[in-house]
């Protein structure tokens, strides 16, 4: 970027490893790409001590207006977006990076209102999500008929509880379905685990997050990577299918190529009006 171009200043809302990876990419990398890191907030604010610049930590969530920010992206919890993803669209636009948030439909409308009316965007990540554009355009065109997405983990990769945590559990030895149905219900059972659902169900809104239908599968085989796929159906025998393989570290609930695409939806987000946007 040109001197003297100005800066998108970026809030992170969330600490863990997304929001760790977010803040060492903006700080060595942000300005090249015309970012500049504006706030980091964490739930505990311990965490930020002795890694984040004491001017870069907010220590209210609340107080976000005062750093004025461009874009706040949420790397912490469903619980965000369906707080504050209401007044942070108000000042900015935003990247909801748990979209199983917007299964609440009180949200989802909420969150679109939000952004139609102060021409800011809600940022979607594609995350593991391949052919989100293209699921989107389809939609778009009243193309898309039936959309169905199945993520398969191993049993350990799962941050589940209840039910499903058990299911998952007991399919140490045999490949075993957790859930097939529509998203719509998945998501409060496993927020962690299917953002990469909720997108989908963004991308197309035909169908939502009651016509997009998911399914969740423990897999024993698969010690080292995580698959994602997606089957798309139009009219006249339409159809298409995707299979993604993200190499993940036994046990991990986050694939490593996750990180990285979280990085390139971040430098997509330059703006694009008061709408939904995948990115
Ligand atoms: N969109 C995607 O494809 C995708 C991929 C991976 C993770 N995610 C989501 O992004 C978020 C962060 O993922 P991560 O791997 O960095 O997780 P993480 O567990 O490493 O970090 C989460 C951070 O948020 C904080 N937090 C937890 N619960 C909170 C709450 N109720 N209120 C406020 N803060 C809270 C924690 O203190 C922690 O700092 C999660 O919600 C996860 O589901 C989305």
């Known amino acids: 970027m040109s001197e003297g171009q100005s800066k998108r200043r970026v ?4 600490y863990g490893h ?5 803040v060492r990419r903006l700080q060595d990398n942000g300005l090249q790409h015309g970012l500049e890191l504006a706030f980091v907030w964490n739930r505990d604010a311990n965490k930020l001590k002795g890694t984040v610049p004491v001017e870069l930590q907010l220590g209210k969530l609340t107080d976000f207006l005062e750093r004025r920010v461009d874009i706040i992206i949420e790397v912490a919890h469903p619980c965000i977006a369906q707080a504050h993803g209401e007044s942070f669209l108000k000042a900015a636009d935003f990247m909801v990076g ?5 299964a609440d439909l009180e949200t989802e409308l909420k969150l679109r209102e939000a952004a139609r009316q102060s021409g800011h965007t809600l940022y979607i990540p594609s995350g ?4 989100g554009q293209d699921i989107q355009r389809m939609d778009d065109g009243g193309m898309l008929q039936a959309l169905t997405v199945t993520m398969v ?9 209840g039910h499903l945590g058990e299911l998952a559990q007991g399919a140490q030895q045999k490949r075993t379905v957790l859930y097939d149905g529509p998203v719509r219900r998945l998501c409060p059972l496993a927020p962690n685990n299917v953002n990469t659902m909720a997108a989908a169900c963004m991308a197309a809104p035909s169908l939502g997050f009651d016509g997009v239908k998911g399914c969740l599968i ?6 080292d990577y995580h698959v994602v796929e997606t089957e798309a159906t139009g009219p006249g025998g339409f159809s298409v299918r995707t299979r993604r393989k993200n190499p993940a570290a036994c046990g991990a609930v986050t694939g490593a190529a996750t990180f990285t695409a979280f990085w390139s939806s971040l430098l997509v987000c330059q703006g694009h009006g008061g709408r939904v ?3």
């Open 128 to 131: 593991a999500l391949w052919g």
């Open 18 to 22: 997304l929001g760790q990876y977010l």
């Open 11 to 14: 809030g992170i809302v969330g």
């Open 277 to 279: 946007y995948l990115c």
């Open 218 to 223: 423990a897999d024993p085989d698969l010690p």
């Open 153 to 161: 983990k191993h049993p350990n990769s799962f941050r589940l509880g």
């Open 98 to 102: 748990s979209p199983t948030a917007l």
